[in-house]
């Protein structure tokens, strides 16, 4: 029997099936490949539309899942999470790479800043010189006096009149900004209620160097609370200006003086004659009562003074907390009871935990091994105003930097996306600040005091608070809520996920 003839056509059908074979189950697998980490994925509702995102499309979409976890969707991900945790020791190493994950990430998210090529040191490609710079009295008193520009000196940048800029602002900033050196920037933003200084900014508003920097900016004002007041302050000030702007308008010129040496000896002579004078003053009038005084409390014996924190809250307090509250949460909430309440009522307190963040502070209890903890917020002057309990859901140490990037990704990360879905499909609405797009977590850090005395390192957390209500009516909880962090303690770095409900502050008889 004669083979058929290949024809061109037969030949490019036969040649396109083959590669629509081949690139079909790759590509599968490629969206398939790191998108669960722990069972936790973003929700597919209608608030899950993908958030547009400024990013390069060679970059490769963060997924979906970690964890188990996910932004909502129809149906709930059918990704399990491991039968064990395994021991401490486990958990521990677990952390350990989570953390060492973390960090990757991090790098992947903050790429180097692109050179900036200024007029000082772009080649020229004719025969005359390049044209002189907008400021150069400015720009080069500035870079003599505080070695601001261009790398030049070693000096911590000061604005005048006694104000320093945090060194760590120009340190994590390129040398310059178009034709402007970073410390000029960063003291005029330190200096902003000085004539001329907001003016700068808003005449060169448009300008690609002052884009570049305010980016910058706005990129340490995540971990910076005092640069984003700074930043607000700027653009309320630039709100209340009008009229046209000047592109040629000068940049104020930012003082230096030298060190005073001659003040400083004048000051130390001066605080010698008079610590002199307070000993004399001492020894005659107060001796006696100043070797009678009792001698500073230390700390269980760490030599160590004891730190301050508020009388209602101590390491080994017992709370007795009604256990009623946790059998009528039992039915509509994920939430475990502490051990003991739901026996004689009374838990005990094994760590005091301090959590601050910009303008709030909140004081944890753990009880039951540490698992639950009752977090107390203390009103203006000092008596406690909310409470509530929280018991752990579930803890995910993320394996590698994509999997971080589903919980903190600034466009599609889980921790403050509007809705957090479980892994029993129930949703959850964003608490702190809600609304329709993604929102930054919020920054903490934890200090806390075990029973036995014990340095404990503080933990930070990247954090996001979300409710939804259990339909219940008094006295059974009408709101569960769901509190998402990512956590960083040393050399270990994990999600943890904890329920909880409101307690009423009269209840744990706080004294």
Request: proline share 9%.
């Amino acid at each position: 029997m004669r083979m058929p003839r290949l024809t061109p056509t037969l030949g490019l059908t036969l040649l396109l099936t083959l590669a629509i074979g081949l690139l079909t189950p790759l590509d599968g697998w490629a969206k398939k490949r790191g998108s669960s980490s722990g069972g936790y994925s973003r929700p597919a509702s209608s608030l899950s539309q993908r958030t547009p995102s400024t990013r390069p499309s060679a970059i490769k979409r963060t997924p979906s899942v970690s964890g188990g976890y996910s932004r909502p969707r129809t149906s709930p991900s059918a990704i399990s999470s491991p039968a064990t945790r395994g021991s401490a020791t486990d958990q521990t190493l677990s952390r350990q790479g989570s953390k060492r994950a973390l960090d990757d990430f991090r790098r992947q998210r903050e790429p180097e800043a692109p050179a900036i090529e200024t007029v000082w040191n772009r080649p020229s490609t004719s025969g005359t010189a390049p044209s002189a710079p907008r400021r150069p009295s400015t720009l080069d008193s500035i870079g003599d006096a505080i070695g601001g520009y261009g790398g030049r000196g070693s000096a911590t940048p000061w604005t005048g009149g006694g104000r320093q800029i945090p060194a760590t602002r120009p340190a994590r900033s390129p040398s310059s900004f178009g034709p402007w050196s970073a410390v000029l920037l960063w003291g005029l933003l330190e200096t902003l209620s000085r004539p001329g200084h907001a003016e700068f900014f808003y005449h060169h508003a448009d300008d690609p160097g002052y884009r570049q920097w305010r980016a910058d900016a706005e990129e340490q004002a995540r971990e910076d609370p005092a640069l984003a007041r700074q930043l607000t302050e700027l653009d309320t000030r630039l709100a209340s200006m009008s009229g046209p702007r000047d592109p040629n308008y000068p940049a104020p010129e930012i003082e230096s003086p030298g060190f005073p040496f001659g003040a400083l000896l004048t000051a130390l002579f001066l605080l010698l004659i008079a610590a002199v004078f307070i000993v004399v003053l001492w020894r005659r009038f107060f001796g006696e009562v100043g070797r009678r005084r009792p001698a500073v409390k230390h700390d269980r014996g760490s030599g160590k003074r004891t730190a301050y924190r508020p009388d209602w809250f101590r390491v080994g307090m017992t709370l007795p907390v009604d256990p009623s509250l946790f059998i009528l949460a039992e039915p509509l909430t994920k939430l475990q009871a502490p051990r003991s309440a739901s026996g004689s009522g009374l838990v005990s307190v094994e760590r005091v935990g301090e959590v601050r963040g910009e303008g709030v502070t909140w004081y944890r209890l753990y009880v039951s091994g540490g698992d639950g903890f009752f977090q107390v917020h203390l009103d203006a002057p000092g008596q406690p105003d909310e409470c509530r309990y929280f018991s752990r859901l579930d803890v995910v140490e993320p394996a590698d930097a994509d999997e971080w990037g589903v919980w903190l990704d600034r466009d599609e990360g889980l921790i403050g996306w509007p809705e957090f879905q479980t892994q029993d499909g129930q949703l959850y609405a964003r608490l702190w600040s809600p609304g329709q797009t993604r929102r930054e977590p919020y920054s903490l850090r934890e200090t806390l005091e075990a029973a036995d005395g014990t340095d404990i390192e503080p933990c930070r957390q990247q954090a996001m608070l979300y409710t939804r209500a259990t339909g219940a009516q008094p006295p059974m909880p009408s709101t569960e809520y769901l509190l998402v962090a990512a956590n960083e303690q040393g050399d270990g770095a994990w999600v943890s996920l904890h329920v909880g409900i409101d307690i009423p502050v009269a209840s744990l008889n706080l004294s």
